[in-house]
């Protein structure tokens, strides 16, 4: 009988430590699903319906945390960023005149400067990737502006259009050169 009563403790106690491995196995994932909420923001939500899985959504995330992470990123100097903040200037004065032309100009300089900055910028699905980690915030912001000026290449947009993509570049801009200078309205 003692045998039957030790066998049930130790069954008891082997539930036991599962159900507590379980419980840490599941508050570990909810605590990095947590956490990649909170470094992406709307990202990770944009990613969650894009992928269609949860799961695949956050390795997809990781995966660009590790990548920006074995990158040389930098700050630019103050020199850097006193010239590239004059060229935005100059660009956004054109907008008046040459809109479609400010939104090209726009966009190539927010390339520029990540280029400066240490991003790789082969091509823009890993432009917007590698931004990700760092300007979760401005990703999609980045993703309209981009959009706006392709089809405007098309012929294919508004004034008004081309105006929403300097804001949302200049949004952007501000945030890789690390100043929150109000520019344009």
Do not use: C
């Not at 379980?22 to 605590?31: K, L």
């Not at 709307?42 to 949860?54: F, S």
């Amino acid at each position: 009988m003692q045998t039957d009563s030790q066998t049930l403790y130790y069954v008891i106690g082997a539930v036991v430590v599962i159900a507590i491995i379980a419980i840490a196995i599941v508050e570990a994932r909810r605590a990095k699903s947590a956490r990649l909420h909170q470094r992406f923001g709307p990202e990770y939500d944009r990613v969650v319906r894009a992928r269609g899985d949860r799961s695949a959504a956050e390795s997809e995330l990781a995966a660009r945390e590790a990548r920006v992470r074995s990158m040389h990123i930098e700050e630019l100097p103050p020199g850097a960023q006193e010239r590239y903040t004059e060229e935005w200037r100059a660009v956004q004065a054109r907008f008046v005149d040459a809109p479609q032309r400010a939104v090209r100009e726009a966009d190539r300089l927010v390339g520029t400067v990540m280029r400066d900055r240490g991003y790789p910028v082969e091509n823009f699905e890993q432009r917007v990737a590698d931004i990700s980690p760092d300007h979760p915030r401005v990703v999609e912001n980045y993703r309209v502006a981009h959009d706006i000026a392709n089809r405007s290449e098309r012929g294919e947009i508004t004034t008004e259009e081309l105006r929403r993509a300097m804001v949302h570049y200049r949004t952007l801009f501000e945030e890789l050169l690390g100043t929150k200078e109000r520019t344009m309205s």
